[in-house]
């Protein structure tokens, strides 16, 4: 039997997860401080992420917010762009682009995003996580405090850290509100009475509450029991993706020190388990990739620092992939990054289409429902249209509505003239196209419109214009 047989053997833990006891109870972790290369330069990453999401609301270009996703008003904002729900196509084509980014980046290097990006972790372990060692120590002392009887040490120590927790939630909660609604609209509900804006007040307080109890209460368990992207984990890893892994081969078979001095070949593994005690997620890597890993690269530390100690090289446990631990071979080009890369140069090919032909207005113009046509006394046929122009942009536009074809078709009430449409604003209005009777040959016939914005057409319309004689054409809109 190889050290590869005997690390695979039992695979039982993963039928439960390691913050849950038998009885379904929830083991509370206690993470030891973290500390080492890897730390440190979370740390810098850290500081730099939570900068740009903290200045993010006050950052304007071109007099608008750098990111505002109003969904309460369906307005969106991405670097000074506005989009709008008329950018419904735009929107999918994005998000669908992100996630085939996501899943390739996912396998490729793992669960990085979770460990070193996304908010909840960044929170958790280097803000939340980092009060409660300032306040009640390291692991062991949390322990202790935790066991001990209210006395005024602990009193003073556990109301001191909810208070600043609740401060921070506080903060996060007016951050996300200033994303959701702008940071004036924040600013106004901080200066006025709860009264004079209850809606808002009462979503800073439900925002506040939720992130309250997700960084004292909940923690690690939004990463392992809620996160959908969390739980995609077992289907986007391949035995490729490079993630925190244990390499078994040098590590086992696992011995302490004392064993390590006799004749018994060993493995660099120590057991000394220190790689368990720093993990926020309470696993123990040695049992290969698992679920509940964020790839926050603690192990990695607090291994690297007791084989340093020992006298053994760095990176029993390192970011490795599976195959390059068993082969000693790292691939990044396999058939699945290839298929998912392909798809995502199309994605990207497509958005940039959509982007670099989205126009500034955006026109619809519909036969008014219920309608058919007129015939005038002067030998016209009139069809009449519901027309909606919508500003995408944050300045009033002066738009032209001209027929192009046919050439003796006329529009009512508008052609020629402008039509003033006021930023993010709308006009709604009843156009009429009349086209002389002897040039309206079939029952349906392509009329098109061009909307024109400083004498440069910007949107070409097909409409149908319903007339008295002969048998439909193939029109589409
Ligand atoms: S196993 Fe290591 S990298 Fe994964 S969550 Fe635990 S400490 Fe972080
Ligand atoms: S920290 Fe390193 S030596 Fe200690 S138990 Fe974990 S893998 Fe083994």
Redesign the pocket.
């Known amino acids: 039997m190889t050290t590869d047989d005997l690390y695979q053997i039992d695979e039982e833990y993963r039928n439960s997860i390691a913050t849950v006891d038998q009885q379904g109870k929830r083991i509370w972790v206690y993470?030891k401080k973290p500390t080492g290369n890897f730390h440190t330069w979370r740390i810098v990453v850290t500081t730099f992420l939570l900068g740009v999401l903290f200045t993010g609301p006050f950052i304007k270009i071109g007099g608008q917010p750098f990111l505002l996703l109003n969904i309460f008003e369906r307005k969106f904002v991405v670097l000074g762009q506005a989009f709008w729900p008329q950018d419904f196509v735009l929107l999918a084509i994005t998000l669908i682009t992100f996630f085939v980014f996501i899943i390739l980046f996912t396998v490729v290097f793992g669960r990085v995003w979770c460990?070193w990006m996304c908010p909840q972790t960044l929170f958790m372990e280097m803000v939340f996580r980092k009060i409660e060692y300032a306040i009640e120590g390291d692991a062991a002392a949390q322990r202790r405090l935790d066991k001990a009887p209210w006395d005024s040490e602990k009193l003073v120590k556990k109301v001191g850290k909810h208070f600043i927790f609740l401060l921070i939630s506080l903060l996060i909660a007016h951050t996300v509100m200033a994303y959701l609604i702008g940071i004036e609209k924040t600013w106004s509900i901080i200066q006025h009475s709860p009264s004079e804006n209850l809606a808002g007040f009462l979503g800073l307080i439900a925002f506040t509450g939720v992130f309250y109890g997700v960084y004292a209460r909940f923690r690690e368990q939004a990463c392992i029991a809620v996160c959908p992207y969390g739980r995609l984990q077992g289907v986007l890893l391949i035995k490729d993706s490079i993630v925190?892994a244990y390499d078994w081969l040098r590590g086992e078979p696992r011995s302490h020190l004392k064993k390590k001095k006799t004749e018994v070949k060993t493995g660099d593994c120590i057991d000394c388990k220190l790689?368990v005690h720093?993990?926020?997620?309470g696993?123990?890597?040695r049992q290969g990739t698992?679920l509940?890993?964020?790839?926050?690269?603690?192990?990695?530390d607090?291994c690297d620092e007791v084989m340093l100690k020992i006298g053994k090289p760095k990176g029993l446990?390192r970011f490795a992939s599976y195959n390059s631990i068993k082969d000693g071979i790292q691939k990044i080009i396999t058939p699945r990054v290839i298929g998912y890369s392909a798809v995502l140069v199309l994605l990207l090919g497509v958005l940039s289409f959509t982007l670099a032909t989205r126009t500034d207005v955006e026109t619809t113009m519909l036969k008014v429902p219920g309608t058919l046509y007129q015939r005038s006394t002067d030998g016209y046929i009139t069809n009449l249209y519901n027309v909606e122009f919508i500003n995408k942009t944050f300045e009033s536009i002066s738009l032209e509505v001209k027929i192009e074809s046919p050439a003796t078709a006329t529009l009512e009430r508008a052609d020629g003239k402008n039509i003033i449409i006021p930023e993010e604003g709308m006009v709604k209005g009843i156009f009429f196209i009349r086209i002389p009777e002897a040039d309206v040959t079939n029952a349906r016939t392509a009329v098109k419109v061009g909307i024109y914005q400083q004498g440069k057409r910007i949107e070409t319309l097909k409409v149908k214009f319903i007339g008295p004689v002969g048998r439909s054409t193939d029109l589409k809109r």
């Open positions: 993470p460990g925190v790689c720093v993990c926020p997620t696993i123990d890597i698992q509940e890993c964020v790839n926050c690269t603690a192990c990695i607090a446990i």
